[in-house]
């Protein structure tokens, strides 16, 4: 039963176009956030979210749009996609702020052609 | 701002011989310390946590040791196995009210059988 699932797993996409990615967690935790890793492997805190209120935007390009519409949710929309958006994309969720364990989802492999 | 610098950055070691890999934070309330391994097209997952309160924390192989007056924390593996090959990722996370987790920039360890 996987705690924390994001879709789809790979996203393949021309410049230009709009795609999101979903993710849900059956954690029961208050937390979530969008992390994006580039080739280098760096992990790069993007966005979180506390029973559905964004804390966090780490001066993120408003051409994404984070929508959490309750607490176990977290989708990402991402407008006007550029070459250098693509990365692996992880959700993630903790049981109420960062001093404890996140779980990741599996990753979104996005690739803009 | 905010900042974990991790050590190194690739690491090759014989099997059975032990890996250590170090970070130093700069955000000195910080007092959550995760680290995560994160296999070849997979999740990062947690190995070993730790906490401010407490200097040095083992789990069978696995040991992490804390110096918070330097502001250094350090992964130590030993016996390691082949299966301990991926990338490891060092973490900070402040305290009660923060919603991210700072990651340190990975070490790819291999491990030569």
């Known amino acids: 039963d996987t705690a924390v699932s994001q879709t789809p797993k790979y996203l393949v996409t021309q410049m230009g176009n709009d795609k999101s990615i979903k993710c849900e967690q059956n954690l029961g935790h208050d937390t979530m956030y969008w992390y994006k890793q580039d080739s280098k492997k760096f992990l790069k805190i993007m966005f979180s979210?506390?029973?559905?209120?964004?804390?966090i935007n780490e001066t993120v390009p408003n051409r994404f749009s984070p929508k959490s519409p309750d607490k176990a949710h977290l989708n990402l929309h991402i407008n006007s996609l550029e070459l250098g958006d693509s990365a692996v994309y992880f959700c993630a969720s903790s049981s109420t702020g960062s001093n404890t364990e996140a779980f990741f989802g599996q990753g979104t492999r996005l690739t803009v052609v | 701002g905010e900042n974990v610098e991790q050590h190194p950055s690739t690491l090759s070691v014989q099997e059975g011989d032990s890996a250590v890999i170090k970070c130093t934070y700069s955000?000195?309330?910080?007092?959550?310390f995760p680290w995560y391994k994160q296999e070849l097209g997979k999740r990062p997952q947690l190995i070993i946590d730790i906490r401010s309160n407490v200097g040095e924390k083992k789990d069978q192989r696995i040991a992490v040791t804390l110096n918070k007056t330097a502001k250094h924390f350090s992964l130590h593996i030993t016996e390691t196995q082949p299966e301990d090959s991926a990338v490891y990722f060092c973490?900070?996370?402040?305290?009660?009210?923060?919603?991210?987790?700072?990651f340190g920039t990975g070490t790819r360890l291999k491990v030569l059988a």
């Open positions: 955000d000195s309330a910080s007092n959550y």
């Open positions: 979210y506390n029973n559905k209120e964004l804390i």
């Open positions: 973490a900070a996370s402040g305290s009660s009210g923060t919603y991210k987790y700072i």
